[in-house]
C-alpha cells in the first residue's frame, strides 16, 4: 500500500509483513513474520536502524515484567532508533526521511502526572485505551523491522548524530531526567556515580558537559571504569579493590560529595551512597534493585540528605540529550561494544545475561 506523504517526498511503499522478535513465553523468543503496523492518529512508523538492550530486556524476557503485552503478541525492545517512513494523517512535526530517537514512555497527556509533565509517572500507565504506551514494555517495540510509536515521543536527530550515538540517548535521558529532578544545576558540585554501566556512563558524561567539578565514578569492573575514564570521570574507584567510602571522603577533603547517583541497583549501593553524601546534600537513585535495599534512613535524615528517584526519561530529557549529542557533547557509539542481526536476539541475550567479551551496550540491528 502507498500511504500519504508531503509534496516534496515520495510515497513510500510499504511491506505488508516484517521480521520480528516475538516474546512466545518466559525465556522464549522467536523471530518470525508480523503484520507491519499502520500509523494513526498522532502516530509514526519508523524503519527500525538498530534498537538497544538493556537489563530490563533481561526481566522482560524472563517473563516477569508488570504490565507487559501477553505472551505470543508482544515484541520487546525499548531503545530504538530509525528512520520516519510513514505517519498518522494529522502528523506535521516529522516527515519521511527524518531520522529519528525516541523516549520509551508516551504519557496518556490526560492524568494530573502527565499534566505536569511527569509522563514516565503517567496515572494511566499501561492502559492503552487511555492512549499511554511505553514501546517494548507495554507496547510492541523496537526487536522489529518497524516500529510505531507517538510523534511527542520521537525526536529528530541531526546528521552528525550517528545511529550508534542515538541509540544510546534514550539512556542519557534517564541520567538528565534524575539530574533535573535532583535540581539540575550541578555546575562546581563533587559527584559521585556509582555503577558504570549505559546509564551511568552516560551521566559521567552528562555531569562533565554540565559543569560538575569532581566527577568520581565507582564499580567493579575495570574494563567499564577504563571506558567512564575516557568518557570524562576524574577519579575512578574499583569497588573490589578499594573501599568506595573512604576514598569518595579522602577525595571530598572528609565532607562528602554534592550528590551520589545510584546507577548500579546492587543492594549494598544506596547504603554506600549515604555514607559518602556530605551533609545537605542529595541521593539521586534511577536504578532497579533484585529486592529490598537495606539502608541507615536515620542517618540520611541525621545529616539532612535528600534522595530523589526517577523513572526513565522523562521531563523531555532526551531532547536536552539530542542537543548535548549535536554538540559532541554525548558520545554514545563508544558504548556500544557489540552488534547482533536480529536473527540471533537469543544470542544477543545470553551474551549480555552471561557477560561474555564484557559487553556494555549491544544492539540488535533488524
Ligand atoms: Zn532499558
Ligand atoms: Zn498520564
Excluded at 138 to 147: K, R
Excluded at 162 to 188: F, M, P, R
Excluded at 248 to 257: A, D, H, K, Q, Y
Aim: aromatic share 4%.
Amino acid at each position: 500500500m502507498a500511504l500519504t506523504s508531503p509534496d516534496n517526498v515520495l510515497p513510500v511503499r510499504l511491506p505488508d509483513t516484517m521480521r520480528a522478535a516475538v516474546l512466545c513465553g518466559p525465556q522464549d523468543m522467536r523471530v518470525m513474520d508480523q503484520p507491519v503496523p499502520r500509523p494513526g492518529p498522532g502516530e509514526v512508523l519508523v524503519r527500525v536502524a538498530m534498537c538497544g538492550t538493556c537489563g530490563t530486556d533481561l526481566k522482560i524476557y524472563d517473563g516477569h515484567f508488570p504490565l507487559t503485552l501477553p505472551f505470543g503478541a508482544f515484541t520487546p525492545g525499548h531503545e530504538w532508533t530509525g528512520t520516519v517512513v510513514a505517519m498518522g494523517e494529522d502528523v506535521d512535526e516529522v516527515g519521511l526521511g527524518d531520522r529519528v530517537c525516541i523516549e520509551a514512555h508516551h504519557g496518556c497527556g490526560r492524568c494530573n502526572n502527565c499534566l505536569v509533565g511527569k509522563y514516565t509517572a503517567c496515572l494511566n500507565y499501561g492502559n492503552p485505551s487511555k492512549g499511554h504506551r511505553a514501546t517494548g514494555m507495554t507496547a510492541n517495540g523496537g526487536f522489529a523491522e518497524y516500529a510505531l510509536h507517538h510523534v511527542s515521543s520521537l525526536y529528530r536527530i541531526p546528521p552528525q548524530v550517528s545511529y550508534q550515538d542515538a541509540v544510546l540517548l534514550t539512556t542519557a535521558g534517564t541520567g538528565l531526567y534524575g539530574l533535573d529532578a535532583a535540581g539540575g544545576y550541578i555546575a562546581g558540585q563533587d559527584i559521585a556515580i556509582f555503577g558504570p554501566g549505559p546509564v551511568g556512563l552516560m551521566t559521567v558524561q552528562a555531569c562533565k558537559q554540565l559543569g560538575a567539578a569532581k566527577v568520581i565514578l565507582v564499580g567493579t569492573r575495570a574494563s567499564r571504569l577504563e571506558m567512564g575514564q575516557r568518557l570524562g570521570a576524574d577519579h575512578l574507584i574499583h569497588a573490589r579493590e578499594q573501599d568506595p567510602v573512604a576514598v569518595i571522603r579522602e577525595l571530598t577533603g572528609g565532607l562528602g560529595v554534592d550528590l551520589a547517583i545510584e546507577c548500579s541497583g546492587a543492594l549494598e549501593t544506596p547504603q554506600q551512597c549515604a555514607e559518602v553524601t556530605k551533609r545537605g546534600g542529595k541521593i539521586l537513585v534511577v536504578a532497579f534493585y533484585p529486592g529490598p535495599v537495606t539502608l541507615d534512613l536515620s542517618s540520611v535524615v541525621r545529616n539532612d540528605i535528600t534522595i530523589y528517584t526517577t523513572r526513565g526519561e522523562g521531563g523531555n530529557n532526551v531532547k536536552r540529550a539530542v542537543a548535548l549529542a549535536a554538540q559532541g557533547r554525548l558520545r554514545g557509539s563508544e558504548l556500544v561494544t557489540h552488534t547482533f542481526p536480529l536473527e540471533e536476539i537469543t544470542e544477543a541475550l545470553r551474551v549480555m545475561r552471561e557477560r561474555i567479551d564484557d559487553p556494555i551496550k549491544i544492539v540488535i540491528v533488524p
